[in-house]
């Protein structure tokens, strides 16, 4: 009963973790890329529809793209777990005196006595599918992925960064004139970068303070070098 409410609890904590990282990946790039984007072609173009149109295909492009990397994470992360597990059972049964040998190997690092290390590896190499699940965890340090992770993961950064990237843009769809248009998306974006540094900084165990500012930073570079470089090649 134990160990079952041991096996339960890191679940938990993984899941969370994995929707967080998603989230975290998706509303970056979000904010930063079409952020970037709209300033670049702030220094070069004057009409704002120019720039909701390559603001809304960017975001459209990013967010599949993203997504499918995450897809494509989630796939290769289930395709490694299954590999070893089909080579743990080939060792199992081919190779058992080995296995028993690292089993009492892990029991002896962690402190257990010869006797009970014995009576450990015993136990548990009753069980073939439980030796094996064992050897997972604390052999190769695998986690059975969630089946549906890279669906999930798809869906999360996609989503994400099409909220995050809605934002910098959205001046842009009520307001003409680009340069005015900056300035609101400029406030805007840098607003919500600070916001979103602090509350993945504070959730992520780093000086919240410090983790906004660097967020803000790198958006605000990112959006400076993109409207100078409209700008020198304007000129």
Not at 3 to 24: A, G, I, Q, R, Y
Not at 193 to 208: A, D, Q
Request: proline residues 3%.
């Amino acid at each position: 009963m134990d160990t079952h409410l041991h096996h339960n609890h890191p679940e938990k904590h993984l899941k969370s973790s994995d929707l967080l990282t998603d989230v975290v990946i998706g509303m970056s790039d979000g904010l930063t890329v079409p952020f970037a984007l709209a300033a670049g072609l702030s220094g070069a173009v004057d009409k704002s529809s120019i720039i909701v149109i390559a603001g809304i295909a960017e975001i459209a492009a990013g967010s599949i793209a993203m997504g499918l990397g995450g897809y494509l994470a989630g796939k290769t992360e289930q395709d490694h777990y299954s590999s070893e597990l089909r080579r743990e059972y080939d060792e199992i049964e081919h190779l058992r005196h080995r296995e028993i040998e690292e089993t009492k190997e892990f029991f002896a690092n962690i402190g257990l006595s010869e006797a009970v290390q014995q009576q450990a590896t015993e136990e548990i190499s009753r069980d073939k599918d439980r030796w094996v699940e064992f050897m997972m965890k604390y052999e190769l340090g695998l986690d059975k992925p969630d089946p549906r992770r890279a669906t999930k993961s798809a869906l999360n950064i996609g989503l994400s960064y099409i909220a995050g990237g809605i934002i910098p843009l959205s001046p842009y769809f009520f307001i003409h004139d680009s340069g005015s248009a900056l300035k609101y998306s400029v406030v805007a974006t840098l607003c919500c970068l600070f916001v979103f540094g602090f509350f993945k900084s504070r959730i992520t165990g780093v000086n919240p303070w410090w983790g906004a500012l660097r967020v803000t930073l790198i958006g605000a570079l990112a959006a400076g070098a993109a409207f100078g470089v409209a700008k020198l090649f304007e000129g």
